[in-house]
């Protein structure tokens, strides 16, 4: 069975400050992604990065950055310099290499005061 | 490109009766999967359709079912709708399986759902 997990249920940051969310995954399979929504107020999940289990770089763009662990199955977002825009809930999610069925987390609402 | 569209935004039923949600795929994908997000939660897959037919199923009870038409676009049944049923339910669609982007899956807005 895949089960992922945010410990962290909200967050509260000032702008510009850097903000980290965790998340950490379960599965048996060798080969599966990961995924990283963003949920805003309106509902719609927006999608922000797909990784693959073998490919541990990590990876920058723009404010986001991510930090793939296989050693430790965890796949942590970082935004750096916080913005207002940023508030949302934020997903994990994992799916099995060749499938597309989405196992999400519980999600981290990130709120990001003036 | 025309992304994800769902309909209706909003809809209040009652318990016991029946609901149908409806959804729009993206330009070009040919595969639609539907969640369920209950207030604080995670979406939960409930399952998708390929081809017109389902390919592939969470853990949800049968009175939940679906249909796919030619245009790839989809609908979701409910019947005997309960408190519980109340929810975002979301639509994400993607290319066919075994294409390399088969699991970027791109979600609509969402149909959210009250059950009294």
């Known amino acids: 069975a895949q089960k992922v997990t945010q410990a962290q249920t909200e967050i509260s940051v000032v702008e510009k400050e850097d903000v980290t969310l965790d998340c950490v995954y379960e599965?048996?399979?060798?080969?599966?992604?990961l995924f990283w929504y963003k949920q805003p107020p309106s509902g719609e999940l927006v999608f922000l990065i797909r990784?693959?289990?073998?490919?541990?770089q990590n990876e920058i763009s723009g404010r986001y950055s991510w930090n793939f662990q296989k050693s430790t199955s965890s796949f942590n977002f970082t935004i750096t310099a916080s913005q207002v825009v940023d508030s949302a809930v934020y997903f994990c999610?994992?799916?099995?290499?060749?499938?597309?069925?989405?196992?999400f987390g519980t999600g981290t609402q990130l709120k990001v005061e003036l | 490109e025309t992304g994800v569209t769902q309909s209706p935004t909003h809809l209040i039923k009652t318990r016991g009766q029946q609901v149908t949600l409806r959804c729009s795929s993206q330009?070009?994908?040919?595969?639609v999967s539907w969640y369920q997000q209950a207030l604080g939660q995670g979406p939960q897959f409930i399952f998708q359709y390929y081809r017109e037919e389902e390919n592939g199923r969470g853990n949800f009870p049968p009175r939940f079912s679906g249909l796919q038409f030619p245009n790839y676009s989809s609908e979701l049944n409910v019947n005997a709708l309960e408190l519980d049923d109340s929810a975002l339910y979301l639509c994400?669609?993607?290319?066919?399986?075994?294409?390399?982007?088969?699991?970027?899956?791109?979600f609509g807005p969402g149909t959210r759902l009250t059950v009294l």
């Open positions: 990784r693959n289990s073998f490919d541990e």
């Open positions: 994400a669609s993607s290319p066919a399986p075994g294409l390399a982007d088969y699991n970027e899956q791109f």
């Open positions: 999610a994992l799916s099995r290499g060749g499938g597309n069925k989405l196992t």
């Open positions: 599965t048996r399979d060798t080969t599966y992604y």
């Open positions: 330009s070009g994908h040919n595969t």
